[in-house]
């Protein structure tokens, strides 16, 4: 009997040990970006990425002047850029937002990403939730994108009911290309 024990126990620890660690985690990251001479509601596709592609577009994006001429302007095309993980279909977008008259903020829009063959077409419903950071720090969004690429959707919606909720969207899904 302690012979059988040991050889079950040698089994369950060599599987332990060979389990693969990422073979729950997507590699299928797609993104895309809105600037601000985009027309309203309109993405370019940015098609594959990683973490640290992701990141390197996000601190590309000059969040600070781009928020600034469209506040002046009153036209309020703020950029936008979005990851998707097409596995999940959650998204997570990032972009900014007025916070105070004289201040913004980077804003968090969290959600699902559904399509549904109706005929010949593909209907697509996205339904997100969106939040105020109350920063314009990097590090805040760049967390959150971590964790979503990491696929810690329980840590995200931890970290976004740490926010100011902003509202319910549901949102549109329009490529350029």
Known sequence: MKRFFYMLLLIGLTFIQCKDPDRNVSNNFISRIHTSND??????????????????????????????????????????????????????SISVCPSTPDTFQFCIAYGIHQEYNIGNTIEVKRVCKVFGSSTTNYEKPIHLISLFFQQDFKAIKIELNKMHFLYNVNDLFLNLN
Not at 58 to 80: G, H, M
């Open 39 to 92: 027309d309203v509601d309109w993405y370019t596709k940015l098609g594959k990425t990683t973490l640290e592609k992701h990141i390197s577009d996000f601190k590309r994006i000059n969040w600070e002047t781009d928020y600034w001429d469209q506040y002046n302007s009153d036209q309020f095309n703020f950029p936008d850029l979005e990851v998707m993980d097409s596995d999940s279909l959650y998204y997570l």
